[in-house]
């Protein structure tokens, strides 16, 4: 599952409606909004987020964030590595090796020493 799908599955519990009751109001099928929800498709367009953004009349604040959980939930991220230095695409490519069995709190661990190496430049 992906953070957008955990919280598209967190508003449609909350509204008290069906998979095939959301898909049918989006205009999507129940297929692609199961393959969302357990994060088998990649980025919502920015239309189907406005629909979501509609049908829950969610405020700007939650629709921001809805549209940010969106942006960062691809589970098929590509790193492109190309001119960096080759301890960079060694990184890349170990991460890509161990993250199915890094435990939570290393996960946490790592995002927040790249959140802060990233606020620092």
């Known amino acids: 599952m992906t953070p957008f799908g955990e919280a598209l599955r ?3 519990l909350r509204k008290g409606v069906s998979q095939q009751q959301m898909a049918a109001a989006l205009r999507v099928s129940p297929a692609y909004l199961s ?3 357990h994060g088998r498709r990649g980025r919502p367009s920015f239309d189907f987020l406005q629909r979501v953004a509609g049908y829950f009349n ?3 604040d939650e629709a921001e964030e809805l549209f940010m959980l ?3 939930s691809d589970p098929r991220v590509v790193v492109d590595t190309a001119g960096l230095p080759p301890k ?3 990184l890349a490519n170990l991460l890509a090796r161990r993250i199915s069995t ?3 709190d290393v996960i946490d661990d790592l995002t927040e020493l790249l959140e802060k190496a990233s606020n620092r430049g």
């Open 10 to 12: 967190a508003l449609r």
């Open 35 to 37: 393959a969302l929800e």
């Open 58 to 60: 969610i405020i700007w």
């Open 70 to 72: 969106a942006e960062t």
């Open 88 to 90: 960079y695409t060694a």
């Open 102 to 104: 890094l435990e939570p």
